[in-house]
């Protein structure tokens, strides 16, 4: 997984390299995790890895702060990945943030 961090209020993307000081407003901001690429091995699939990868990346990435699943955007997903993605938010959020 290659997650990214975003302004929504912003065309480009802000990769922020984990330098987490930056991040210390992070639940003042409109800003997103985003990820870009997210894979795992067909053997391993149904086992919530990709789910677990997703959660510590929302609840650690920013020090101090939790992403919440709306903050959570997907890079261009194939119909697999949004269907992932919609099982991963399950009734969290009504939409799923994308973004290319």
């Given amino acids: 997984m290659t997650p990214s961090i975003f302004d929504d209020d912003k065309e480009n993307m802000l990769l922020l390299d984990n330098k987490r000081e930056k991040l210390e407003n ?36 920013a020090y101090g702060s939790e992403f919440a699943f709306s903050r959570v955007a997907f890079s261009q997903p194939t119909s697999d990945g949004l269907a992932f993605a919609r099982s991963y938010i399950d009734g969290q959020e009504e939409n799923i943030a994308t973004y290319t």
Wanted: proline content about 3%.
């Fill in 26 to 61: 992070a639940t003042k901001c409109k800003l997103f995790l985003g990820v870009r690429l997210l894979w795992v091995h067909p053997a391993h699939r149904r086992r919530k890895v990709a789910s677990d990868l997703i959660d510590v990346a929302r609840k650690t990435f």
